[in-house]
T-cell receptor, first 114, second 116 residues
């Protein structure tokens, strides 16, 4: 199974709240899980990433929680700000013999209200 | 100033016409990719190239063609055979697919194609 399932599709949170975006996968061959942030009319930019041998990774206000046995991972944004309003994509990478491929989730449109 | 550039930013096409989207990178990356993004959907891989003069089909290659004559350039042609070409097209590059790296992909700013 090459899919990465992402939820929710959209999310509205008050400033200072903690939005949580969830992703799930089936393929145990995935070996790298990046999150991308995309602002309207722009290309996605790498936000934070984690390997499956780590259960949590923090970078600033962004935290990835990873549950290998459940094949789930999530993004938490602490002390969210209106500037965090964007579309967020989770993704997973699988390596083939001489190549690798990134599979993207369907995206979550996040709005942080002032 | 390193990065990925895509041109044009906006492109309008009449039905039945082929159009070519430009993608250039000066990051010295070996691998380059083209994705299509539609509202409410994630990025879908059209074509990718690991090295000059070589490229592979992605998940939705029908109606598209690419070339990789130079390391820096990976143009995408949307042909008249593509039934629903209106979308946001994103080009990306990475250091090297399958070279023991995390294959972090860096994206360009995108081209919005509209078929009239």
């Amino acid at each position: 199974q090459q899919q990465v399932k992402q939820s929710p599709q959209s999310l509205i949170v008050q400033k200072g709240g903690i939005p949580i975006i969830n992703c799930a996968y089936e393929n145990t061959a995935f070996d790298y899980f990046p999150w991308y942030q995309q602002f309207p009319g722009k290309g996605p930019a790498l936000l934070i990433a984690i390997r499956p041998d780590v259960s949590e990774k923090k970078e600033g206000r962004f935290t990835i929680s990873f549950n290998k046995s459940a094949k789930q991972f999530s993004l938490h944004i602490m002390d969210s700000q209106p500037g965090d309003s964007a579309t967020y994509f989770c993704a997973a990478k699988v390596r083939y013999s001489s190549a690798s491929k990134i599979i993207f989730g369907s995206g979550t449109r996040l709005s942080i209200r002032p | 100033d390193g990065g990925i550039t895509q041109s044009p930013k906006y492109l309008f096409r009449k039905e039945g016409q082929n159009v070519t989207l430009s993608c250039e990178q000066n990051l010295n990356h070996d691998a380059m990719y083209w994705y299509r993004q539609d509202p409410g959907q994630g990025l879908r891989l059209i074509y990718y190239s690991q090295i000059v003069n070589d490229f592979q089909k992605g998940d939705i290659a029908e109606g598209y063609s690419v070339s990789r004559e130079k390391k820096e350039s990976f143009p995408l042609t949307v042909t008249s055979a593509q039934k629903n070409p209106t979308a946001f097209y994103l080009c990306a590059s990475s250091l090297g697919a399958g070279q023991g790296t995390d294959n972090e992909q860096f994206f360009g700013p995108g081209t919005r194609l509209t078929v009239l």
